[in-house]
């Protein structure tokens, strides 16, 4: 008997199975033959969540959550945040590996010279009401480039694929920034694609006319190492919901609309807004004891603590409190920083943290380092979509390249009710 399997005995019929492992997993549809009576659906598992489930077999991201570790295609995170940068990152995703000197221009070339969006869409995004959430507004447009580049739906196509994908990396900066200057009713600034990727980002922002404005070069520095950060983290909830949408052939803008809007909740992407208002409410050090009592008695949560994935300390975290310091000593520094630091003090010793190893994770010291920048907390969400928007579209690529894959559908435990017969409603 080969060791690779696992055999199983269903006690219910005393009957031997032996499925095949690979990779330490096992089929799920191997499942299916394990039945009871010969018409019986077969076995499935039940998996909310999908906490345990392997959705593809991937090569872009590895993480291990017990020591902390996040390499994108082989490469630790660490190394890249230090030496390398966001589009050259992208690129690493997408591609698989580093581009050669040539390979990097003429990338940076295609994606910067598609900065500039159509003007339908630029009056889109003045038809939204002047508080509109940033994040519903670029749900909305990234929904609304599909009608503007129908070729995309020629998914099998490489040479199509690649036009959307400088599109969106080049596009989704200035749809950002639009998003920004509409809420803030300021005029747009169109792209200058001279300045670098985060350079333009922060111009067009902020630029009011000065004839002496510079982009600072250590904020647009950190908004890069943040970017990258951000890039990828395998199969996280919106990146499943864009491989989910895209199994389905349909184009990318409309994949990652998708995708955007599962970022924007509380407990994925919307954890950084969220950090940044516990830290408000939570207001001084003094009224930390009393906030991490709700904490124990689950009135509340500690956002920016605990992951999915790391159980412990996230890679990405270190790194962020490292930029966070380089980003105070030109903004000067946030005085919600001495409460996050104090409560992850108290967290990291607090046995309640401890025993459910929960640790500070990528969003504890973002939101802090945005708000420092001048960010208003609702773009929050909109920055780690700038920097996610690689990832999604390595896995959408590799999803569509993937013989294996097919379209989404996972399966249920129907707990309904049987058969009835419908009863007019005079009679109910
Ligand atoms: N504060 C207090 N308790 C927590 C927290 C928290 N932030 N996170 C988890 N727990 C407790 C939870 O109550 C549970 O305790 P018990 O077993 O006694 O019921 C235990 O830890 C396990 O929690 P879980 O909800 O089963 O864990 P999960 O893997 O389903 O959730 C999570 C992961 C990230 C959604 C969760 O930790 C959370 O809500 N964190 C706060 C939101 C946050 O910071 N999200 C950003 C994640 S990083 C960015 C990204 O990738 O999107």
Known sequence: MSKDTLSITDN???????IPIEYDTIRALELRQIKVKEDDFGMMTYDPGYTNTASCKSRIT?????????RYRGYP????AEQSTFLEVAY???FGELPSKKELDYWVYRIMRHTYIHENLADMIKSFRYDAHPMGILVSTIAAMSTLHPEAKQIHDPQVRLKQIWRILGKLPTVAAFAYRHRIGRPYNYPNSTLGYTGNFLYMLDYMNQSDYEVNPVLAKALDVLFILHADHEQNCSTSVMRAIGSSHADPYSA??????????????????A????????GDVKNIPAFMERVKKREVRLMGFGHRVYKNYDPRAKIIKKIAHQVFEVTGTNPLLDIALELERIALSDEYFIERKLYPNVDFYSGIIY????FP???FPVLFALGRASGWLAQWVELLEDPEQRIARPRQIYLGPGERDYVPVDQR
């Open 371 to 374: 708000q420092a920048m001048g």
């Open 92 to 94: 690493l995703l997408i």
């Open 256 to 273: 990652m609309a998708g995708a955007a809007a599962a970022l924007y909740g509380p407990l994925h992407g919307g954890a950084n807004e």
């Open 62 to 70: 590895f993480i291990d959550g017990a020591k902390g570790i996040l």
């Open 275 to 282: 950090v940044l208002r516990m830290l408000n409410e939570i």
């Open 12 to 18: 219910r019929t005393d009957r031997q199975y032996e």
């Open 77 to 80: 995170i660490e190394q890249l």
């Open 377 to 379: 907390t609702d773009m």
